[in-house]
């Protein structure tokens, strides 16, 4: 890997939350005037982000190199200028929507993973009807940021004052299911609790499903608004014992929710941070390259590089962070050996994609977060899990910080559970590397549904 890890390194902070879904072979076909031709785009990562080939099998192509591949809010850009085509596509529900376009010509194109060969992902539990409890679909507008949110709330039936849990996704933009690798594991969740005896309500993140994404460039702080505003709604429909189950960064917005919203009861913490963000991604870069077979000197070329990224973040007074982020990149690429740097185009389109993604106010926001700032006001009663296997939220720091804060809290209603061999998403897991969540067939493991719900109604 050499000194090209130090970008590699950065590429880390994003990748393993936000681009791996994206990953793998997408098919479609383009409708020209009534003949089908289909079009195959396989996609993997790369140190410089993602790249791509593209494949036409009616017309014997395959592998054919797409020059700059990109994924950036759910939108992906595959450019072969080198042949005039490119293909732009939002990604929705596990498919692409977009458009395909070659010289003056433009052709609507939907891309999912089935394709011919291609076995079809086995997710076991996922649910299937019949369905033995209520299925609601709701609406309701945030009134702080005037966005429409849209979800699902599942209920048992034949039953009165059973608890309801809001559930708060992780970060990136996410469907009610929270779903990923086909892995619907917020569904998998609401399912499961409704047959025992727990409501759930499930939301689109801003910007996905039916969910509006506002007027505004959200942080973590707007999307604690959206989850107090979905308590009020089931407050206001006179449930009472209503609950919160965040996952990653959703474990991060519920102690925010929780802390100043009192209608919140209790509070279920799915590989929620626990210590300061920074020290949190500092954390997920190591263990992640060290899965991915980086040297103790690269590790530590590429701690040192964050952390100097971090505090120029952090300590910024400027509006303009993207213009420090730049010049900072810059000054220390260019040190590079001559024959280590890519070609002066590739170099800035490099620089400035880095900049951009870590000068969005959601990025800043979350970089200069300490969790102890709210779980050190929350009274409720938490269960706090993490798998021992987690490599983007270690369980060993960050259940000890939320420990710390809740007993600095004087809460006297906790519970902190390390799941053994368990990863992010809390699959049974053999190593915890990302790359193991699609390989898997299980979508959470029966043994974290079964204490979450045995938690909630065992409360008084």
């Known amino acids: 890997m050499k000194n090209s890890f130090l970008l590699f390194g950065l590429l880390l902070l994003f990748s393993p939350v936000f681009g791996q879904e994206i990953i793998g072979s997408w098919a479609g076909e383009l409708d020209i005037q009534g003949t089908k031709l289909p079009i195959i785009f396989n996609i993997k990562s790369s140190e410089t982000g993602f790249s791509a080939t593209m494949d036409s099998p009616s017309q014997g192509a395959k592998d054919i190199p797409v020059g700059k ?90 039953k009165k004052d059973f608890p309801v849990v809001v559930m708060i996704t992780g970060s990136g933009l996410q469907n009610r299911d929270e779903e990923v690798f086909g892995h619907k594991i917020f569904w998998v969740i609401a ?20 969910s509006e994404a506002g007027n505004v460039i959200p942080t973590s702080q ?34 925010m929710v929780a802390s100043q919203n009192d209608k919140v009861k209790f509070v279920i913490s799915l590989a ?15 263990s992640i390259a060290k899965l991915q077979g980086a040297t103790d000197e690269e590790i530590k070329r590429n701690e040192v590089m964050n952390t100097r990224i971090y505090d120029l973040i952090k300590k910024s007074k400027t509006n303009d962070i993207k213009a420090d982020l730049k010049a900072f990149l810059m000054e220390e690429f260019k040190k590079l050996p001559k024959e280590e740097q890519p070609a002066e185009k590739d ?26 700032e709210y779980w050190s006001k929350v009274k409720v009663p938490v269960l706090a899990l993490n798998g021992s296997l987690d490599s983007q939220v270690s369980a060993k720091e960050n259940l000890a910080g ?11 209603s906790f519970e902190i559970v390390e799941c053994p061999n368990m990863n ?19 979508s959470i493991s029966p043994i974290v549904l079964d204490k979450m719900s045995s938690w909630i109604l065992k409360l008084k």
Not at 222 to 247: C, M, P
Request: cysteine-free; charged content about 25%.
């Open 69 to 158: 591949t990109t994924f950036e809010n759910n939108l992906l850009v595959l450019d072969a200028s080198n042949m005039k085509i490119q293909y732009k596509g939002t990604l929705k529900n596990d498919k692409i929507e977009g458009a395909f376009s070659q010289g003056d010509m433009s052709l609507p194109l939907v891309l999912s993973r089935a394709k011919e060969g291609q076995t079809k992902l086995n997710r076991p539990q996922t649910p299937k009807p019949p369905f033995e409890y209520n299925i609601e679909d709701v609406t309701f507008k945030n009134p702080i940021d005037s966005n429409l949110l849209a979800g699902t709330l599942t209920t048992p039936r034949n």
């Open 191 to 210: 399912d499961d609790f409704a047959k025992k005896g727990i409501g759930v309500l499930r939301l689109d993140d801003r910007g996905i499903g039916g």
């Open 222 to 255: 707007n999307f604690s608004t959206d989850i107090s505003t979905a308590v009020n709604f089931l407050a206001a429909r006179g449930y009472k014992n209503i609950g919160l189950a965040g996952h990653s960064e959703g474990g991060m917005i519920a102690p």
């Open 272 to 286: 929620g941070p626990g210590i300061p963000i920074d020290q949190l991604l500092q954390l997920q870069s190591k």
């Open 347 to 372: 170099f800035e389109n490099m620089i400035e994609n880095e900049a951009k993604k870590m000068a969005n106010p959601w990025f800043v926001y979350f970089l200069k977060f300490n969790p102890d």
């Open 402 to 412: 939320i420990k710390a804060s809740l007993e600095k809290a004087k809460n006297k």
């Open 424 to 442: 992010h998403p809390f699959q049974e897991a053999k190593t915890g590397a990302v790359s193991e969540y699609a390989e898997i067939e299980q």
